[in-house]
């Protein structure tokens, strides 16, 4: 609001200072014609002559030049105003036109009054907002001027003075005149003086507005400094929990699957060396898969037989590794016929059908283990039952934990029972647009 009554003030000061500037031009002419044709009606000539320096030549053409000239400047406002507000070039351009314009209206009135020139200095004011360009803008007005005075010109060239057509008058009229005169350059200097307070106490205001604008944009922007660090700790964080849910999947399982191999050894040993020996070949083979696999799991946190193979593939796989190794049995029931997902979701089954198998082997001692999958509308359904002892009275391990969060950032559920075996069961919601029959 404060803005747009500046700017309003601004404006009427600008046009107060463009009509004061053409009453004066068309007056000084006016005024010199009517003299003259007074001088020509009373006979009084050859007086008026003789007290003069120079007259004026084609008085009558000059008012209608001077008309035309502030018709042209007027013109000029109106472009640079109301069509091209926000063309620099369109700007720079009618300036120039400006101080051409004034400045031929100057020489008219033979340098009698060079006020005009204020108008142009008050439109570079206004107008002109690169510095460079408007200092010598302003310069050029300022030069001009200065050397437009007519005490100035008149002492090395023969120009005609206002003074000398005032004189012909009565003392009574000269001074009325004399004072009209004064008082409308006093005037123009008035209203630019105003004109340029209120620029400055604009551009004022704009800077207090910028100052605070910067303060408030560094409040905001230390805000975003911590909200940055905090986004990146939550993010360390969670790069963290899931980095150990993949070691601990991935190596869980392979020592889940060495330890068993290891007991299954421990067991034949003394009545058969050889199947022991196959045995721990096995469990060679098993153990370098399994090191290949924590090495890619680390390094690209998704299971290294989900890159390389489906994930029924990869499930059946690790099924066949483990029966190879332990003599635990482990029987997979795949009821979807084309078992492919999203990445996250392939990730979270595949993690939780490993987890389940290793926890049965290491913690409920079974000796099967009966993994099912199945959909259900559009649902993946896990179940991941074994005959071990069980565990009536649950306690949140590492595992566990970390199977919950799985499913839980795929918007599922998962439960677990361990009254007869135990049982896993785990509900993932499949997201609409991924394919499968």
């Given amino acids: 609001m404060e803005e747009n009554k500046s700017n309003s003030r601004i404006r009427i000061l600008q046009t107060g200072i463009l009509i004061l500037n053409i009453i004066s031009v068309m007056g000084i002419s006016i005024f010199i014609?009517?003299?003259?044709?007074?001088?020509?009606?009373?006979?009084?000539?050859?007086?008026?002559?003789?007290?003069?320096?120079?007259?004026?030549?084609?008085?009558?053409?000059?008012?209608?030049?001077?008309?035309?000239?502030?018709?042209?400047?007027?013109?000029?406002?109106?472009?640079?105003?109301?069509?091209?507000?926000?063309?620099s070039k369109v700007i720079l351009t009618s300036l120039v036109a400006d101080f051409i314009?004034?400045?031929?209206?100057?020489?008219?009135?033979?340098?009698?009054?060079?006020?005009?020139?204020?108008?142009?200095?008050?439109n570079v004011i206004l107008y002109v907002k690169n510095g460079k360009s408007r200092y010598i803008l302003a310069a050029v007005a300022i030069g001009s001027f200065i050397l437009?005075?007519?005490?100035?010109?008149?002492?090395?060239?023969r120009l005609y003075s206002i003074q000398d057509y005032i004189a012909f008058y009565s003392a009574t009229k000269q001074q009325y005149f004399l004072s009209i005169y004064n008082i409308f350059i006093s005037l123009n200097v008035i209203l630019f003086?105003?004109?340029?307070?209120?620029?400055i106490n604009e551009q004022q205001g704009n800077i207090e507005e910028i100052h605070g604008l910067n303060e408030k944009l560094h409040d905001v922007n230390e805000q975003l400094q911590k909200y940055s660090l905090m986004a990146e700790k939550m993010a360390e964080t969670r790069e963290r929990n899931r980095l150990a849910r993949e070691i601990h999947d991935t190596l869980g399982h392979t020592l889940t699957g060495i330890s068993a191999g290891i007991d299954a050894c421990i067991a034949i040993i003394g009545t058969s060396p050889e199947?022991?020996?196959?045995?721990?070949?096995?469990?060679?083979?098993?153990?370098r898969d399994g090191i290949k696999d924590i090495r890619r799991s680390v390094s690209e946190?998704?299971?290294?037989?989900?890159?390389?193979?489906?994930?029924?593939?990869?499930?059946?796989?690790?099924?066949?590794?483990?029966?190879?190794v332990s003599d635990t049995r482990v029987y997979f029931d795949c009821r979807v016929s084309n078992l492919k997902f999203g990445e996250?979701?392939?990730?979270?089954?595949?993690?939780?059908?490993?987890?389940?198998?290793?926890?049965?082997?290491?913690?409920?001692?079974?000796?099967?283990?009966?993994?099912?999958?199945?959909?259900?509308?559009?649902?993946?359904?896990?179940?991941?039952k074994d005959n071990g002892i069980g565990c009536k009275e649950m306690k949140s391990g590492f595992g566990t934990k970390h199977m919950k969060e799985r499913i839980r950032m795929l918007n599922g559920a998962v439960t677990f029972d361990g009254s007869d075996g135990f049982i896993v069961n785990a509900r993932i919601p499949i997201r609409r647009g991924e394919t499968y029959d």
């Fill in 344 to 384: 996250d979701e392939e990730n979270a089954i595949y993690r939780v059908v490993q987890e389940g198998i290793t926890n049965a082997i290491r913690h409920g001692q079974a000796k099967e283990i009966w993994v099912t999958v199945k959909m259900e509308e559009e649902d993946i359904l896990i179940q991941i």
């Fill in 301 to 324: 946190l998704r299971p290294d037989a989900l890159d390389r193979f489906s994930l029924e593939f990869a499930i059946n796989k690790m099924v066949t590794d483990i029966n190879a």
């Fill in 148 to 157: 437009a005075d007519y005490e100035l010109l008149s002492i090395s060239y």
């Fill in 101 to 122: 314009v004034c400045f031929a209206i100057i020489i008219e009135l033979n340098f009698n009054y060079n006020g005009i020139l204020l108008l142009v200095f008050s």
């Fill in 193 to 199: 003086v105003a004109y340029c307070v209120n620029i």
């Fill in 33 to 87: 014609y009517g003299t003259i044709e007074k001088i020509r009606r009373t006979y009084g000539a050859r007086e008026f002559l003789n007290e003069i320096q120079a007259i004026v030549w084609y008085p009558y053409a000059k008012i209608w030049l001077c008309a035309l000239l502030l018709g042209f400047l007027t013109l000029s406002m109106v472009i640079r105003d109301r069509l091209f507000p926000n063309n």
């Fill in 275 to 287: 199947q022991t020996k196959t045995q721990l070949e096995l469990i060679s083979k098993v153990t």
